[in-house]
């Protein structure tokens, strides 16, 4: 008979106690792997929503006068930027060193007009972009070809204007291709036309007053990028949007913070449980092992006996932790966020850290026990019951 013989005949013996040692460890390799792979989820989700997002980079003339206002620039019915931003040179931001982390470059002409006799803030937009770069819009009708205008859902409304209705504008006749959905931002104030039409009324042909960049993923390093912007197009101002998304991320961290804390708690108390019940087992073994030792078991055999039970129970406590953590995590996405597109990920790597740790924290809490074991006089175990 093998030592590991004898470590599976004892733990078939005594199944109540290696039931309560596996649970201990495993609520705590449970609780390890389910914050684990809840906060991975979490921002997986925080990331795909930022890639969905749309705009979150800026470029933009110094402003220096007040007006009519959209997006932080200020326009009158004069021009009040220190210069218009040549469209051409909006080409360099394809040439910057993380140029592959571009999505849509979308260029922006914005000046006042009058329209049935109510001065609007008119925008050119390149609507091959609006997708990704506003991919909240929603309009009633289509978005604008030529001599077609979208307007916002409160131009609309102040306009007294609807989908195939019309207006005139500097000589043209614009026909209202659709109504924004209202949108709740400044975006419902204006009025869309293509960008190049939108030049020719305003007189801006191949200028721009701004542009919006959308990153393509959501761990991109914005911030360099806008430093990068800022090097290739010199006199304009880059900045980044973090809005709803980077209030998101802080909160997560604060989560994150909160229950590595609470796992790590947890985890200690499993291996303290199994301190406990591994130091009862030995008191209760005391003339098992006494035998043991009689017949010629050296020390170090005792201690391999219940090293290897601890770890047999350590491994399938690391296993049971890790499929009820997934599980657990997939529980608490259901009422955070959309499941439709984040799971949790059957992560091989997280199955290693659940049983690594509960290896780590059986072989620590077993380790004292096992040297108590060893030093048992056999005769005075003999003697003890």
């Not at 733990?11 to 649970?23: D, N, S």
């Not at 030049?199 to 993923?217: F, R, S």
């Not at 932790?321 to 799971?343: E, K, M």
Request: aromatic content about 4%; hydrophobic content about 55%.
């Amino acid at each position: 008979m093998n030592l590991l013989t004898i470590a599976r005949k004892n733990l078939a013996r005594r199944k109540g106690k290696a039931a309560f040692i596996t649970a201990g460890l495993a609520v705590g390799a449970a609780t390890v792997v389910a914050v684990a792979a809840f906060v991975g989820s979490m921002q997986a989700d925080i990331n795909h929503k930022l890639e969905q997002y749309g705009a979150n980079i800026l470029i933009m003339p110094e402003v220096k006068s007040l007006g009519l206002n959209y997006a932080g620039i200020q326009l009158g019915g004069v021009s009040v930027a220190t210069r218009e931003i040549p469209q051409e040179e909006l080409a360099l931001i394809h040439t910057i060193k993380n140029k592959a982390n571009i999505a849509a470059v979308s260029p922006l002409v914005l000046g006042a007009v009058a329209v049935n006799g109510r001065e609007v803030l008119l925008a050119g937009v390149d609507f091959s972009a609006v997708g990704i770069i506003k991919p909240w819009w929603k309009a009633d009708g289509a978005f604008p070809v030529g001599d077609q205008a979208l307007l916002g859902s409160e131009a609309a409304r102040h306009l007294s204007l609807s989908q195939g209705g019309g207006f005139s504008l500097s000589g043209r006749e614009i026909r209202v291709s659709g109504v924004l959905a209202s949108t709740g931002s400044q975006d419902d104030n204006l009025v869309f036309m293509p960008l190049a039409e939108a030049q020719t009324i305003l007189g801006k042909e191949g200028l721009v007053t701004m542009a919006e960049v959308a990153a393509l993923c959501g761990a991109c390093p914005v911030d360099e990028m806008v430093n990068q912007i800022a090097e290739k197009i010199p006199g304009v101002k880059v900045m980044a949007i973090r809005q709803v998304v980077q209030g998101r991320m802080d909160t997560l961290d604060k989560i994150k913070g909160l229950s590595w804390g609470v796992s790590g708690v947890v985890a200690v108390v499993g291996a303290m449980v199994m301190l406990v019940t591994m130091m009862g087992s030995v008191r209760e073994r005391t003339r098992e092992i006494g035998v043991l030792r009689a017949v010629g078991f050296r020390k170090s055999h005792v201690v391999k006996v219940l090293l290897a039970e601890a770890v047999a129970l350590s491994v399938l406590a690391g296993v049971v932790g890790w499929v009820v953590g997934l599980a657990g995590a997939q529980a608490a996405l259901v009422f955070l966020v959309d499941a439709n597109h984040v799971r949790v990920a059957l992560d091989p790597l997280l199955a290693a850290v659940s049983v690594g740790l509960t290896l780590v924290l059986g072989m620590a809490a077993t380790a004292y026990p096992a040297w108590q074991a060893a030093r048992l006089d056999p005769g005075m175990a003999l003697r003890a019951l």
